[in-house]
């Protein structure tokens, strides 16, 4: 297993596979890897000829320094999950001042108004850091195709708004959401759970199934003032925010169309730790 730690690593890594025309797929993460990560990864081998992973807590997409500190970083424990996918994948596993210099700080970007909705409305500058790191990372590493999660839906639009208004050459593979077997949408979060609270947890992709079956037959509006009720009789969570938004725009739906796509999206606290879900509603 290839870890590599510096950028110069990655480069000469990255020009002796541009010679040999051969495809590179990239899946960044954050480590504390679970089997989330892991269908991100089978898919980039199944499709690549080589596959990169970063392991990378990035700390400017961070808006909370107990958040970032509590974060947890598992390296020996990523490396075997990924060993057991397959052996040839090469892991990327910087410190922040190789690829911060000296100032850990963002750019800013402008992704269309992606980034004022649901997650950029409650993590202050949270996509910038996004955008940021992953313009360091595209440039480094060139993948040909880099897979993101849906259970990050609103970061993966922002990421294709920030490869079509720049112009990357990479294709942006957009990948479902897994769960464990309760429903939970598997998070590196969750190992910070109570065993009850993780049991509990469940209520939230049982609300959002809930939530898909009244829409059918409500407006948005109701839906989410019904979600809102189900969290506020719930003793174990407290609701940050529940949306049903239009896929492409991410803004609130008003009105329904027949023509459009939505999903509802839920931010939530449990044991002070916030977890995230949506589901596609049509
Ligand atoms: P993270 O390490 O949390 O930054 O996540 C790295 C990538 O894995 C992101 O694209 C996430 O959307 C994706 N991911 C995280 N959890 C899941 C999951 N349960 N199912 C699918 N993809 C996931």
């Known amino acids: 297993m290839k870890i590599l730690r510096t950028k110069k690593e990655v ?18 993460t954050m480590g504390a890897l679970h089997q989330g990560h892991g269908s991100l990864i089978e898919q980039s081998v199944s499709e690549n000829n080589y596959t990169l992973v970063s392991i990378f807590v990035n700390p400017t997409q961070f808006d909370n320094a107990t958040d970032l500190n509590k974060y947890p970083r598992t390296l020996d424990n990523d490396v075997t ?47 910038d850091g996004v955008g940021t790191i992953l313009d360091i990372f595209f440039s480094l590493i060139q993948p040909n195709k880099a897979y993101f999660g849906e259970k990050d839906f609103q970061q993966l639009q922002i990421v294709k708004k920030l490869v079509a208004k720049y112009n990357l050459d990479v294709t942006i593979i957009g990948c479902p959401i897994f769960r464990e077997a309760s429903g939970l949408a598997m998070s590196s979060r969750n190992e910070r759970l109570s065993k009850n609270s993780r049991k509990e947890a469940a209520f939230i992709y049982k609300t959002l199934l809930k939530a898909k079956e009244k ?36 803004k609130p739906v008003k009105r329904k169309s027949k023509n459009k796509k939505y999903r509802i999206f839920i931010a939530a606290f449990i044991d002070n730790i916030r977890l995230i879900d949506n589901i596609a509603l049509n």
Request: charged share 25%; aromatic share 14%; hydrophobic share 40%.
């Open 11 to 28: 480069s000469t890594f990255v020009n002796i596979i541009k010679k040999t025309n051969k495809s590179l797929g990239y899946v960044p």
């Open 81 to 127: 999950l990924i060993e057991r996918i397959s052996g040839d994948i090469i892991i990327f596993a910087p410190k922040a001042n190789e690829l911060y210099d000296s100032k850990i700080v963002s750019k800013n970007y402008y992704f269309d108004g992606l980034e004022y909705e649901m997650e950029g409305k409650h993590r202050a500058g949270h996509f």
């Open 215 to 250: 829409f059918g037959t409500k407006s948005a509006i109701k839906v989410e003032e019904w979600v809102t009720d189900q969290f506020a009789k719930n003793k174990h969570f407290n609701l940050e925010y529940v949306s049903i938004a239009n896929v492409d725009t991410l």
